[in-house]
């Protein structure tokens, strides 16, 4: 089946005469689907039209049966004196038109060559009606002998091989496993190295400190401070006269020291390192706040059913909001923008 398109249905012929060169009687027309226009006479889709060839006319040949090609010498095939039309084989038609007579002409190359791929076929795997094996049967023993003598030694080369490399992973756990005991450190070692490690914070701490105190001092603020560690940062307390000077409109004096401190100790090579700063308790008095601003945005959101977005604050200040609507059911939050404008969106699930 082959179709052809155009503008209209008498362009979708031409087109396809015009590609397969031929007269219009010589083929059958179908037409598939009628042009389709849209507003305003604009065409969205074209006809299309199936064409086939009409056969001009048809004659029967009778053909002789095909001599196998390649018989083994010796053995002759019934077949080859057969010469009378076989009854039940198909005779390729006979087309006036040179396309029909060179599809003809392939028809019949094709089987000629299916027959001959075919009595190949059975020749070789003996249902030829004189096909007769070319091995005595000596040599089918000796080749079944060879052939197990083969097997033999590839399973020894396996069974070799998989030795080997069961040696080779040994010796490689032996090396893995003296390199740690190598490196492994006696109790001595290991609380020296603590020791030197806890120097060094003590000398970065200090150094902070008297870093964000110069800095106050800039600001005219007066104070001293004091440093506690835990595992992963440390906290530095200010004790002053001043809180609500150096804390600033919603944390903001303090938060921005906050930024230049961890920049700081950043510096020095103390990395993945938290450094907070509070004085007179303003951060748990803040968590305190942003814990009841969290569940005040979301019984809004679930009342409104419209997510909210909260005023831009540090990450810290964020995780505060996050743990405490993370087992609310109803709502779920996320972060939204970039540094320092970025905010905790509350939604609705």
């Keep these: ?61 009778p053909q002789s049966a095909k ?31 040179p396309s029909g007579q060179r599809v003809a002409a392939k028809r019949d190359e094709d089987i000629e060559r299916n027959v001959d791929a075919t009595a190949d076929v059975r020749r070789r795997e003996g249902d030829h009606p004189r096909a007769k094996s070319s091995l005595t049967s000596s040599e089918v023993v000796d080749s ?23 040696s080779q992973a040994a010796n490689l756990n032996d090396s893995v496993t003296s390199v740690s005991a190598s490196t492994q450190l006696t109790p001595a070692e290991l609380k020296a190295r603590q020791q030197a490690n806890q120097a060094r914070l003590d000398d ?35 004790m002053t006269e001043q809180e609500g000077l150096l804390i600033g409109r919603h944390g903001r004096t303090l938060n921005a020291l906050q ?18 700063l509070d004085v007179a308790g303003y951060r748990e008095r803040r968590a305190s706040t942003l814990r009841r601003l969290a569940d005040n945005t979301a019984r809004d959101v679930i009342a409104g059913g419209e997510p909210e977005l909260l005023d831009p604050m540090p990450a810290y200040e964020r995780k505060v909001i996050h743990t405490q609507l993370a087992k609310n059911a109803h709502v779920t939050t996320f972060s939204q923008g970039r540094e320092p404008r970025r905010g905790v969106v509350v939604a609705p699930r």
């Design 67 to 97: 001599v196998s090609a390649g018989a083994p010498t010796g053995a002759t095939s019934s077949r080859t004196t057969q010469s009378k039309p076989l009854k039940n084989a198909k005779t390729s038609p006979t087309f006036d038109h």
């Design 1 to 61: 089946m082959t179709q052809y398109q155009g503008k209209t249905v008498d362009e979708a012929i031409q087109n396809g005469l015009k590609k397969i060169q031929i007269d219009r009687d010589k083929v059958a027309i179908t037409v598939v689907s009628e042009p389709v226009h849209g507003w305003f006479g604009r065409l969205k889709k074209e006809a299309i039209v199936d064409i086939t060839i009409k056969p001009v006319s048809v004659t029967k040949t």
């Design 144 to 166: 079944v002998v060879a052939s197990v003598e083969t097997t033999s030694t590839v399973s020894t080369t396996a069974a070799m091989s998989g030795a080997s490399t069961q």
């Design 204 to 238: 970065n701490l200090e150094a902070v400190a008297n870093y964000l105190l110069d800095a106050l001092e800039q600001l005219g603020i007066s104070a001293d401070a004091e440093a506690d560690t835990y595992h992963h940062g440390a906290t530095i307390t200010f």
């Design 259 to 276: 930024v230049l401190g961890n920049t700081f100790m950043l510096r020095q090579g103390m990395q993945h390192f938290e450094l907070m």
